[in-house]
Structure formats: C-alpha cells, structure tokens
C-alpha cells in the first residue's frame, strides 16, 4: 500500500509562486507515473499535471500550461509542481496520485489513478 502525502499550500497573493511537494511511502513511486489534481469548492476534480515514470514526459492542462511546472526526484520518492503565476481560479484543493499500472508515458485519466494522497489548499488572492 501506498501513502502520499501532499505539502507545500497555503495562501499567496495573485502573480506568487508556491512549490508544491508529495511524499511517497510504503512502496517506491518510481515505480508509477505520477500526477497532480485539484479541486475548488463545488467543481469537479480538474487534472493539472501529468509525469512519466522516469520524468522523461510531461503533460499539462491547458489552463496551466507556461506557469506550472512538475517533476520528480525518484530518488527521493518525491514529485513536485512548481506553481508560478499563481491567479485567483488556482484556488482548490491540490491532490497528488499514482498510477501503478501505466507503465509508459503519462496517464491522463483520472481513471488511471488508484493511490491518492489527503490533498493540500492553496489559496490565490486577488
């Protein structure tokens, strides 16, 4: 069994950057193409970004792409988004999540994602 644990939220104001960071334990998450996914207050889980088992490929939501950037360090068992250019509609719960059995590429569907982590907040103000 997995953990993922999410940190690195909170408030910032609109143009900031925060770094964001999950932790994996209880098994290796270089093993798993990896991802990030959030949620706002009455909307549907939006997918953000999306890493390769080894980091080698990328894939990013329109909305983000040019100001988000995600990698891994598998040596550490830690991925991470860098969140530049933060506006307010970035505001939403923001989960990590593996996908074990996507073993080349990315997975871009939420469906592919079996391990979640507890989610971190962050907040843009205007």
């Known amino acids: 069994q997995v953990q993922l644990v999410e940190s690195g939220g909170g408030l910032v104001q609109a143009g900031g950057s925060l770094r964001l960071s999950c932790a994996a334990s209880g098994g290796t998450s270089s093993r798993y193409a990896m991802a990030w996914v959030r949620q706002a207050p009455g909307k549907e889980r939006e997918f953000v970004a999306a890493?390769?088992?080894?980091?080698?490929?990328?894939y990013y939501a329109e909305s983000v792409k040019g100001r988000f950037t995600i990698s891994r360090d598998n040596a550490k068992n830690t991925v991470y988004l860098q969140m530049n250019t933060l506006k307010p509609e970035d505001t939403a719960v923001y989960y990590c999540?593996?996908?074990?059995?996507?073993?080349?590429?990315?997975?871009?569907?939420?469906?592919?994602?079996?391990?979640w982590g507890q989610g971190t907040q962050v907040t843009v103000s205007s």
């Open positions: 890493i390769s088992r080894s980091g080698g490929s990328t």
């Open positions: 999540a593996a996908a074990p059995n996507v073993r080349l590429g990315v997975a871009v569907a939420l469906y592919d994602y079996v391990y």
